[in-house]
């Protein structure tokens, strides 16, 4: 959450990276979860 936070005071640069990594953990999420169950 902090390096989130810190990337949004750098720009949109910042800002596509943080919203990036957070599609990407989802994905993997989801995915765990399927192999879980």
Not at 5 to 34: D, V
Request: zero cysteines; charged letters at 60%.
């Amino acid at each position: 959450m902090r390096t989130g936070i810190r990337e949004r005071g750098k720009g949109k640069e910042g800002e596509r990276a943080a919203a990036k990594a957070k599609r990407e953990k989802r994905k993997t999420g989801l995915k765990k979860k399927k192999v879980e169950e």
